[in-house]
């Protein structure tokens, strides 16, 4: 059974602007932290941006401002968007959910979430 599915990718100059979204299974949504990586490739997965069950957000230091995390509980779907893109936000882009809270010190740690989609590639141009 199909647990997270993204959509949302593609491709745009630098200076544009994306939204991903992840719709999720009712238990994969309930159950805690859901949250945004990317991956480049022969690189491990980096954190982007974490949402918890009570809409509190954490972001990675590199987003400075340009990223915003939501979610639509009615939905089941947390979005990521995207603006003033530059070409290193090239990435796959992943959503996850884990079955706790988003832990400020830990959240970024590909290892704590229990669920993953297929990714979703986000081009930018230069």
């Known amino acids: 059974q199909v647990q997270l599915v993204e959509s949302g990718g593609g491709s745009v100059q630098a200076g544009g602007s994306l939204r991903l979204a992840c719709t999720a299974s009712e238990y994969t949504y309930k159950s805690g932290c859901l949250a945004w990586f990317r991956q480049i490739p022969d690189h491990g997965r980096q954190g982007v941006a974490a949402?918890?069950?009570?809409?509190?957000?954490r972001y990675a230091e590199f987003v400075s401002g340009r990223f915003t995390i939501s979610k639509d509980n009615a939905k089941r779907t947390v979005y990521l968007q995207l603006d003033s893109l530059k070409p290193k936000d090239s990435a796959m882009y992943y959503c996850a959910a884990g079955s706790t809270v988003c832990d400020v010190w830990v959240w970024e740690n590909p290892g704590e979430f229990d669920f993953w989609g297929q990714g979703t590639q986000v081009t930018i141009a230069s």
């Open positions: 949402i918890d069950t009570d809409n509190s957000t």
